[in-house]
């Protein structure tokens, strides 16, 4: 089995920063990809950034030049520093790894976290 944690959500000014983590933990060989989403009740969830199998980085063209997505190998920790936040940026992100393990290739889903971008 394999566990995914999310934090670092919260309420920012827009202008401001935040720093989301996402920890993968379990019986896994290694991690294929990786990824941010984010999701606005009503409406579908949408691919913020991802890194798929060690290639470069993705971005929605919503948040290039705004959002970082990166990973700590050691810690099996995926990251997204997000600068220079607008209200429309507010959503519950979540974090994904698709991973190779004794099953197979699986994805996991992080539980999400509330970002909310509000003067």
């Known amino acids: 089995q394999v566990q995914v944690v999310e934090s670092g959500g919260g309420l920012v000014q827009p202008g401001g920063s935040l720093r989301l983590s996402c920890a993968a933990s379990?019986?896994?060989?290694?991690?294929?990809?990786m990824g941010w989403h984010r999701q606005i009740p009503g409406k579908q969830r949408e691919v913020v950034a991802t890194?798929?199998?060690?290639?470069?980085?993705n971005y929605a063209d919503s948040v290039k030049g705004r959002f970082t997505i990166s990973i700590d190998n050691v810690k099996n920790t995926v990251y997204l520093q997000m600068v220079s936040l607008k209200p429309e940026d507010t959503a519950v992100y979540y974090c994904n790894f698709v991973v190779w393990s004794s099953q197979g290739l699986k994805n996991y889903w992080g539980q999400g976290t509330q970002v909310t971008v509000s003067s």
């Open positions: 379990g019986n896994f060989f290694r991690i294929n990809d």
């Open positions: 890194i798929i199998n060690n290639g470069n980085p």
